[in-house]
């Protein structure tokens, strides 16, 4: 990095990285990235002796997140995707970088910033899920023998503050 942006404050560092990211009479967060953090495919295979498989819960959606202390990145949300069927578990994990029109809410009250999972997962779970789903769509069709069902409609998630997740 160079030296010209070592004294650069948050809001700067937005503008330059992202122009006018909160207008006037625009939303107070935004999401400024999406990727996929993790993604495999597997067929298990059954052990003499071991648990069979359970597939009673053949999708699980989860989201996670909290302040991450910095003030670049403030605030990140995970949501994790697992597919199980007929012995083949595919798990994806992606991660959205959240920003705040009060660039201190995520670094200066943690408490609250960390209490914000309420209700940040609901609004990103539609976003999350459809980056998660792609992804293991993908994976499943990259193993022609893995007969996994990716629901299109958004599961209901499991939400949590990252601590118990």
């Not at 004294?7 to 992202?18: A, C, F, L, Q, S």
């Not at 006037?24 to 498989?53: K, N, Y």
């Not at 970088?97 to 999972?117: G, M, S, W, Y």
Request: charged share 25%.
């Amino acid at each position: 990095m160079s030296a010209e942006f070592d004294e650069e404050t948050p809001e700067e560092h937005r503008k330059r990285v992202h122009g006018e990211l909160f207008v006037p009479g625009g939303p107070d967060v935004a999401i400024c990235g999406l990727s996929v953090a993790r993604a495999t495919i597997t067929q298990r295979f059954d052990v003499e002796g071991e648990a069979e498989f359970d597939d009673s819960e053949p999708v699980q959606w989860q989201i996670y997140g909290g302040p991450t202390g910095a003030q670049v990145p403030p605030y990140l949300l995970f949501g994790d995707l697992i597919v199980t069927s007929e012995g083949w578990f595919a798990g994806t994990t992606v991660v959205a970088i959240v920003e705040f029109r009060d660039v201190d809410f995520a670094t200066h009250e943690p408490e609250k910033a960390a209490a914000a999972i309420e209700w940040l997962g609901p609004w990103a779970t539609h976003v999350l899920y459809d980056a998660a789903a792609a992804s293991v769509r993908r994976l499943a069709a990259s193993s022609p023998e893995a007969d996994l069902e990716v629901p299109y409609l958004t599961p209901q998630a499991r939400i949590s503050n990252g601590r118990e997740a």
